[in-house]
C-alpha cells in the first residue's frame, strides 16, 4: 500500500497471555494506484516477550518471528483490495507454522498523502488457525483520520476488533501515530498501541494493553523501509519488540 505502508504494531495484552500479531502499521488511507500492484512485506520479533500462550494450544510470543506479504491491488483511486497470505509464525523452537489468512478492502479519500485533512475506513476477514486464535473468523474495522501540518503528521486509528460474539463483545484497540519529515525521504515517528477491551465493560487499567512505538521510514524507489522497537508501558504486554515493514509496487 502507498502510503500506508507508515505503520505500526501492537502485541497488546489483557491480563492474560496476548495473541500474536502479524501486522504493525498505523493506516494513514494511502493507496496503491489504480491497476498497480504493491507488495507490504510485514515481520516482527519478540525480542522479550510473554512466556505462555494465551491460550491452551496457542503459540508463544517469546523469541516468536510473526509476518506476512500483503498483496494488495489499487482498483480506484479510493479503493483498494488486498490479501495476507500466509501468515507465518517461526518459534523459538524452530518450528514453523502456517496461521491462516486475511481479505482487506481499504477505503479513503483520494489523494491522501497530499491532503491537509484526510480520512478513510479500513474491513479486515481473517481465517485463523487454532494456533492463532481461538475464534476461526475475525475481522476489523478500523476507521482513519489524520492531518498533515506541515513536517508533522497526527494519524489515530481508533480500531474495533469483531469475534462475531456480539455488538458488546467488539474490542477496542485504537493506534496513534505522531511523525515529523525530516525530508522528503526520511521520517520519524512516536506510535502508540492500546487495548482497553469489550464495548460492553473496558478491563481494568492493570490489565489493559499499552504499547509504545519509536519509528523511523524510508521511502523511495522501488523499495521504501519502516523499523520500529516497541515497549510495553504496564506489565500485561511483551516487553521489548522489534518490527520491520518492506514495500515496492510490483509494475
Not at 43 to 66: K, S, T, W
Not at 140 to 161: C, Q, S, T
Not at 173 to 193: F, G, H, K, N, S
Not at 220 to 225: A, I, T
Amino acid at each position: 500500500m502507498r502510503g500506508a505502508w507508515l505503520c505500526v504494531f501492537g502485541l497488546l495484552a489483557a491480563g492474560r497471555a496476548l495473541a500474536l500479531g502479524d501486522e504493525i502499521q498505523v493506516y494513514d488511507g494511502g493507496l496503491a494506484d489504480p491497476g498497480v500492484f504493491n507488495l507490504t512485506w510485514h515481520n516482527n520479533f519478540a525480542i522479550d516477550g510473554l512466556r505462555q500462550p494465551e491460550y491452551p494450544g496457542g503459540l508463544v510470543a517469546h523469541h516468536a518471528l510473526n509476518g506476512v506479504p500483503e498483496w494488495a491491488y489499487g482498483v480506484t483511486n479510493w479503493f483498494e483490495a488486498g490479501l495476507y497470505m500466509p501468515l507465518y509464525t517461526y518459534t523459538k523452537e524452530g518450528a514453523l507454522t502456517f496461521n491462516g489468512f486475511k481479505l482487506r478492502a481499504l477505503f479513503a479519500v483520494p489523494d491522501a498523502d497530499s491532503r491537509l485533512f484526510f480520512y478513510g475506513l479500513n474491513f479486515e476477514f481473517s481465517y485463523n488457525t487454532a494456533h492463532w486464535d481461538q475464534n476461526r473468523y475475525t475481522s476489523e474495522i478500523r476507521p482513519i483520520v489524520g492531518w498533515h501540518l506541515g513536517k508533522w503528521d497526527f494519524v489515530f486509528n481508533p480500531i474495533l476488533d469483531n469475534n462475531y460474539k456480539g455488538f458488546g463483545e467488539l474490542e477496542f484497540a485504537p493506534a496513534t501515530r505522531i511523525a515529523y519529515r525530516l525530508d522528503d525521504t526520511w521520517q520519524v515517528a512516536a506510535e502508540d498501541y492500546d487495548e482497553f477491551g469489550p464495548l460492553r465493560g473496558f478491563l481494568p487499567a492493570r490489565e489493559q494493553g499499552h504499547q509504545l512505538y519509536a519509528v523511523v521510514n524510508r521511502r523511495g524507489k522501488p523499495w521504501s523501509f519502516e523499523a520500529g522497537l516497541g515497549v510495553s508501558l504496564n506489565s500485561a504486554s511483551d516487553k521489548l519488540i522489534f518490527k520491520l515493514i518492506a514495500e515496492r509496487d510490483l509494475n
